[in-house]
């Protein structure tokens, strides 16, 4: 398994502002991802970041609304822009692991007023 | 594209109870399949996977799950349930084309355990 860390693990925004969600890994992994679990709703997975290439988006989701940032093999950032009402949601990281197993990270509740 | 349905959105059980929730899947091959669980604010703990072979995947704390790919369904179960199990259980599987692992999740059960 692993250790996965995510900063904040909640924050309260105002409408139009931005944040910047941290995930951190204790070991090495190539794979990591970013879902939304909305409200009441189950996981939504908003991207794939590999280390060195740009992160691949799933449908719905836009690099200007949700760009991600892929430094090194043990750290991620997703960040919320210009928030609204409706981004309020958990947001997740995950990491693969060898073997093909998804580890989640505790998540970060947002509440956008 | 695959898919995943958890018909029951919601299930009480009585503690020292067994328990069957429900997933079918819908994919093109050979699913890996995977039960997570979530417990009230906390993040998603993998129980079990299914990849290949033997069709009854034991998991942790006492769950297993059986894989009927005539069925396309993947339901997790347990002899006895103690109050501690009481979380929401996703189902999901993972779809390998194209190099990794991107999971697609059932919308949850959420488990309610009574004395």
């Known amino acids: 398994s692993a250790v996965i860390s995510q900063k904040p693990s909640r924050d309260i925004c105002q409408r139009g502002t931005s944040l910047t969600i941290q995930c951190q890994v204790d070991s090495q992994v190539t794979m990591m991802f970013w879902y939304r679990q909305q409200p009441g709703q189950s996981l939504t997975l908003i991207a794939t970041a590999n280390q060195g290439s740009e992160a691949t988006y799933e449908s719905g989701f836009v690099i200007d609304k949700f760009p991600i940032s892929r430094p090194n093999l043990t750290f991620s950032t997703l960040t919320v822009s210009n928030m609204s009402p409706e981004d309020s949601s958990i947001y997740l990281c995950?990491?693969?692991?060898?073997?093909?197993?998804?580890?989640f990270g505790p998540g970060t509740r947002l509440t956008v007023l | 594209a695959q898919s995943v349905t958890q018909p029951d959105i919601h299930i009480t059980v009585s503690e020292g109870a067994s328990l069957e929730l429900r997933c079918n899947y819908s994919?093109?091959?050979?699913?890996?399949l995977f039960w997570y669980v979530q417990s009230p604010g906390q993040g998603l703990q993998l129980l079990l996977k299914?990849?290949?072979?033997?069709?009854l995947v034991q998991g942790i704390k006492g769950f297993e799950a059986e894989f009927k790919r005539s069925q396309s369904s993947f339901n997790l179960r347990k002899p006895s349930v103690h109050w501690s199990d009481a979380a929401e259980y996703f189902c999901?599987?993972?779809?390998?084309?194209?190099?990794?692992?991107?999971?697609?999740f059932g919308t949850g059960t959420r488990l309610t355990i009574i004395p």
């Open positions: 994919y093109g091959a050979t699913p890996y």
């Open positions: 299914y990849f290949s072979g033997d069709t």
């Open positions: 999901a599987v993972g779809d390998s084309a194209g190099g990794n692992e991107k999971l697609t």
């Open positions: 995950s990491v693969e692991l060898a073997g093909g197993l998804q580890f």
